[in-house]
């Protein structure tokens, strides 16, 4: 089975996903049922169907995640010497050849990606075009507009 890169943060988050799902929602959902199934006529009750539709979604996540943190390789970049090459979970900032528009975004697992963050998934062109390039260095990235240059000014590995 191929390992599932995620930051420090990310392991972090879903295990604490899992926890309230297990501790808190579980539960609930549980009382849901039983307090429905009181109601009577199962087949025309919705509180009861409701209930049994969320438990189901509420499994399906655990199994989810629980299948991901089983095989999750967690890369923490502030443990690694920065030698100002792009790698999985480093912050890069970069800069727009034609606007000098600057933009700055961490580089994450699909999990943790959320572009109103500016976390960007390792599988995105963006992060793909960036991996593996340096500070200084000129890359020319595949966007719906079609190709645009930028250029590195900053990685940090934080």
Known sequence: MQK???TVQGEVLLREELVELKTVKRPRIVADIAEAREHGDLKENAEYHAA?????????RIQEIEAKLSNVQVIDVTKMPNNGKVIFGTTVTIVNIETDDEVTYKIVG???ANIKKNLISVNSP?????????VDDEVSIATPKGN??????EVQYK
Do not use: H, S, T
Request: net charge negative; with cysteine.
């Open 52 to 60: 049994r539709e969320e438990q189901g979604f509420c499994e399906g």
């Open 110 to 112: 699909d999990d943790e």
């Open 148 to 153: 645009v240059g930028f250029e590195i000014i």
């Open 126 to 134: 963006i992060a793909r075009g960036l991996i593996g390039k340096e």
């Open 4 to 6: 599932i890169p995620m």
